[in-house]
């Protein structure tokens, strides 16, 4: 279960079978997909005599299918204290309201949903300080590289359509769009943008992707401007947010 939290990014340990939730009055959503589970019960048989190690136990395995609290509607989810190091910035926090993207905040991972043009952000409280940045920073840095995917969409700038120039680097080379653009956003915000663990897991696609054609940083450079000056006209009601 720990696994399938980690994939999907679930914030929640909490897991119920779908009967389990009925009972609390929670209502598992359309759609969603149940874990497996097995649970193994212990019996008491007879102990073999010709096994001298024979403890008279067996068990039974019987499997489930459960439900993370995050895929039910209806329920709350008790109080954990964690701590919250983010520093709201209000110059960041309006400029990222004025662009009108819908923005959910939960589970473990941030991403943009093209299907339901919807990004997903883990809450401020999950961000920690790391060698070159605070907490703050980390979390406006990952929240801006989201925000040039949401630009990215058919009915804005149209550029997640797969471009045949880069072939299996596509996804590369949006990675390094969205990259370049947080950089530039937190330029022009004031807030710092320092290389984080992350980036590294690109490094070797951004590698791939320059040695197949020298020009992608111009390219992906140039996306990267347009991205940001598309956010930046929002921000003056010049561009339309849909």
């Known amino acids: 279960l720990w696994a399938v939290a980690f994939s999907k990014g679930y914030g929640s340990n909490e897991w119920a079978t779908f009967n389990q939730w009925k009972e609390r009055g929670v209502k598992v959503r359309k759609g ?5 589970v097995v649970f193994f019960k212990p019996i008491e048989v007879e102990p073999d005599p010709d096994n001298e190690n024979d403890a008279g136990l067996r068990y039974v395995a019987k499997g489930y299918s459960v439900f993370n609290a995050e895929q039910v509607e209806g329920y709350e989810a008790p109080a954990i204290e964690q701590p919250n190091l983010v520093e709201r910035i209000e110059k960041a926090d309006q400029f990222i309201e004025q662009t009108g993207a819908e923005i959910v905040y939960e589970g473990t991972r941030a991403f943009y949903s093209p299907d339901n043009d919807q990004i997903t952000m883990p809450k401020p409280a999950y961000f920690r300080d790391t060698e070159g940045s605070t907490a703050t ?11 040039i995917h949401w630009t990215g969409a ?16 596509v996804y590369a080379m949006e990675e390094l769009v969205a990259d370049l653009g947080a950089a530039m956003l ?18 070797q696609h951004w590698l791939d992707v320059l040695k197949q054609d020298k020009r992608a940083i111009f390219f992906a450079a140039a996306a990267a401007h347009k991205a940001s000056e598309y956010l930046h006209d929002l921000q003056e009601g010049t561009q339309p947010a849909t």
């Open 186 to 203: 937190c330029a022009d915000l004031g807030i710092r943008n320092e290389p984080r663990p992350d980036h590294a897991s690109y490094l």
């Open 154 to 169: 058919q009915k804005r700038l149209n550029r997640l359509i797969p471009v045949k120039r880069f072939g299996d680097n």
């Open 32 to 36: 969603e997909k149940a874990a497996p």
């Open 137 to 147: 920073e980390n979390f406006y840095a990952v929240q801006l590289h989201e925000l």
